[in-house]
């Protein structure tokens, strides 16, 4: 049984729609032009716990959207320093995209948040040389905790290290132009050195080795099984490829060499619909997460492509998204939704079956 009502109506004139997915698409979420009025917050009110099936429920923890959440509180003396030289310059998220997490449990978009160290940085690489790094877009960790970066405008990829220090760059050509036309989704398999990454204007899926060579060119332009329109996100789960095929509406799984095995999702405007499919993952218990950015929800379904439930809503308190891009469910069933236009992410708590008996803990 499905559980949790949509907020909000859902009858938007679809062809319309439509053509405002293809151009939401073909331009980086921070630098489209949008016009919606971002609503001033109400006073922070945590949403309610959304009790599921089975005593499994869906609790929501915190917020974050700058520097200054990751940093210890001042004491006193910083607090003085604070009040004559000026608050310090935090940096802050302005339309945030893409999200990962590492073994450390350091947040990664971009900027880079350790919640328990209380550290922060941020990743850029701003050189007049032909590897400066544009506009990045979706982010990825290996087993050794090394970052990678998407840049939809270089076409390029860029690898730093764990500490944040840039390392080299993956599709750069003779004379400065990346190889890839629009590279979006990353995902890196440390056990059989892989990476897998999709060009979205080439609607095809790269396997790479980790040196960069391409080893297998994965898909074509179409809309049957193993074929893509507009591929974006990409997750790997065991033997399992999930690639958001985001104009045919849908999430498409795929083995790891490329062959089809399911998909689930079509276009539509009801419950288990997709109409801008974006980030995507999954939780202990192989439920797959799917934000979809024009309704403002991540929806919920089993490894069987049934909707289980679903949560969220147009708005600017907390538990709602405008906008939402990525996502990712860490290993402890922290479920990280990146709410972009709202500048922030939202990050909430899955207990599953069991849990609940271990006061909470995987």
């Given at each position: 049984?499905?559980?949790?009502?949509?907020?909000?109506?859902?009858?938007t004139?679809?062809?319309?729609?439509?053509?405002?997915?293809?151009?939401l698409?073909?331009?980086?979420?921070?630098?489209?032009?949008?016009?919606?009025?971002?609503?001033?917050?109400?006073?922070?009110?945590?949403p309610?716990?959304?009790?599921?099936?089975?005593?499994r429920?869906?609790?929501?923890e915190?917020?974050?959207?700058?520097?200054?959440?990751?940093?210890?509180?001042?004491?006193?003396?910083a607090?003085?320093?604070?009040?004559?030289?000026?608050?310090?310059?935090?940096?802050?998220?302005?339309?945030?995209?893409?999200?990962?997490?590492?073994s450390r449990?350091?947040?990664?978009?971009?900027?880079?948040?350790?919640?328990?160290?209380h550290?922060?940085?941020?990743?850029?690489?701003?050189?007049?040389?032909?590897?400066?790094?544009?506009?990045?877009?979706?982010?990825?960790?290996?087993?050794?905790?090394?970052?990678?970066v998407?840049?939809?405008?270089s076409?390029?990829?860029?690898?730093?290290?764990?500490?944040?220090?840039?390392?080299?760059?993956?599709?750069?050509?003779?004379?400065?132009?990346?190889?890839?036309?629009?590279?979006?989704?990353?995902?890196?398999d440390?056990?059989?050195?892989?990476?897998?990454?999709?060009?979205?204007?080439?609607n095809?899926?790269?396997?790479?080795?980790?040196?960069?060579?391409?080893?297998?060119?994965?898909?074509?332009t179409?809309?049957?099984?193993?074929?893509?329109?507009?591929?974006?996100?990409?997750?790997?789960?065991?033997?399992?490829?999930?690639?958001?095929?985001?104009?045919?509406?849908?999430?498409?799984?795929?083995?790891r060499?490329?062959a089809?095995?399911?998909?689930?999702g079509?276009?539509?405007?009801?419950?288990?619909?997709?109409?801008r499919?974006?980030?995507?993952?999954?939780?202990?218990?192989?439920?797959?997460?799917?934000?979809?950015?024009?309704?403002?929800?991540?929806?919920?379904?089993?490894?069987?492509?049934?909707?289980?439930y679903?949560?969220?809503?147009?708005?600017?308190?907390?538990?709602?998204?405008?906008?939402?891009?990525?996502?990712?469910?860490d290993?402890?069933?922290?479920?990280?939704?990146?709410?972009?236009f709202?500048?922030?992410?939202q990050?909430?708590?899955?207990?599953?079956?069991?849990?609940?008996?271990?006061?909470?803990?995987?």
């Amino acid at each position: 049984m499905v559980q949790f009502l949509l907020i909000g109506a859902r009858k938007t004139c679809r062809g319309t729609a439509i053509l405002a997915c293809v151009a939401l698409l073909l331009v980086p979420a921070w630098g489209t032009k949008i016009k919606i009025k971002r609503a001033t917050p109400a006073a922070e009110v945590r949403p309610p716990d959304l009790l599921l099936e089975g005593g499994r429920k869906l609790t929501f923890e915190r917020s974050f959207r700058s520097e200054q959440e990751a940093r210890r509180k001042p004491g006193f003396w910083a607090k003085l320093v604070n009040v004559i030289a000026g608050e310090p310059d935090y940096k802050r998220m302005v339309s945030p995209y893409s999200i990962a997490v590492d073994s450390r449990r350091r947040v990664i978009i971009v900027h880079v948040f350790d919640f328990t160290e209380h550290k922060y940085k941020f990743l850029q690489r701003r050189y007049k040389d032909k590897d400066a790094m544009l506009q990045p877009q979706c982010v990825a960790v290996d087993g050794h905790d090394n970052i990678y970066v998407t840049d939809s405008v270089s076409g390029k990829i860029f690898v730093f290290d764990a500490d944040g220090k840039y390392r080299r760059v993956i599709g750069s050509l003779k004379g400065g132009e990346g190889y890839f036309k629009r590279p979006t989704g990353i995902a890196v398999d440390s056990a059989t050195q892989r990476i897998y990454v999709t060009d979205t204007l080439r609607n095809q899926i790269f396997m790479l080795d980790m040196d960069g060579q391409i080893l297998q060119k994965i898909g074509k332009t179409g809309s049957g099984e193993g074929e893509f329109n507009f591929p974006t996100e990409v997750l790997l789960h065991d033997s399992t490829l999930a690639v958001v095929d985001a104009m045919n509406f849908r999430v498409q799984f795929l083995d790891r060499s490329g062959a089809f095995r399911a998909a689930i999702g079509k276009i539509g405007d009801s419950s288990g619909d997709m109409f801008r499919p974006k980030g995507i993952g999954v939780d202990s218990e192989g439920h797959y997460y799917v934000v979809d950015g024009l309704w403002g929800v991540v929806q919920v379904f089993d490894e069987q492509g049934q909707l289980l439930y679903y949560f969220g809503g147009r708005g600017a308190n907390l538990g709602h998204f405008v906008l939402p891009t990525g996502l990712l469910v860490d290993r402890d069933d922290r479920v990280f939704v990146v709410d972009s236009f709202n500048q922030r992410v939202q990050v909430f708590r899955y207990f599953g079956m069991g849990k609940q008996a271990k006061g909470g803990q995987p």
